[in-house]
């Protein structure tokens, strides 16, 4: 686990030192206990729960003083590091579907496929919680400007086949799917 850094030249650096050894120690614990979960993405959302719990414990209190704001950077870094692996666990797997091919067979079988893909998520994730309704709004939008430009990408090489009578999900209805899953997510009770 990387620790913290504290100022060695605080008057109290020897109370920091002991209380970031604890908080180090503990997002160790967090972090082995994410394996547990077997499902990364899960893992993630459990690191993501528990790091901003801990980030905001310690900005409302005199640890914030105590442990300095080179921790809290080094904390909060963490925190978006679990972010970015949540995002290339499931959206990210979600996106290499639609990778690039002309011809319109193909490219309609990885839309099925995209969105089969994204409908098990949505279904299996909207039971996870998002402790943080803030935190739940940012991945959102984080995962939309993800998905969306690479699906948007898509539904153009499908116009410009100029197949007639195909239909697709829109664009808008996809983001509007994945808003909604995260709603559900910072709105769920455990």
């Known amino acids: 686990v990387e620790t913290c850094p504290i100022d060695p030249d605080r008057p109290t650096s020897s109370l920091a030192i002991r209380f970031a050894w604890i908080v180090d120690v503990l997002i160790g614990n967090l972090e082995s206990k994410s394996r547990l979960y077997g499902h990364a ?20 209190c005199e640890l914030k003083i105590l442990l300095g704001e080179d921790w809290i950077r080094v904390i909060s870094a963490k925190a978006q590091q679990w972010v970015l692996e949540y995002r290339r666990a499931t959206w990210g797997r979600a996106i290499a579907i639609l990778e690039t091919d002309s011809s319109l067979s193909i490219i309609l079988e990885k839309l099925n496929r995209f969105h089969n893909f994204v409908e098990a998520i949505c279904q299996v994730q909207s039971r996870w919680v998002l402790v943080d309704k803030q935190q739940a709004v940012n991945l959102s939008i984080m995962v939309e400007e993800l998905v969306i430009p690479v699906y948007r990408d898509t539904i153009d090489m499908l116009k410009a086949t100029e197949a007639v009578g195909v239909s697709y999900v829109r664009p808008e209805d996809v983001k509007s799917r994945i808003q909604r ?8 009770k455990q």
């Open 41 to 60: 993405p899960l893992g993630c959302v459990f690191l993501i729960n528990n790091g901003i719990y801990i980030i905001k414990k310690v900005n409302g």
């Open 181 to 188: 899953l995260f709603k559900a997510m910072a709105s769920s």
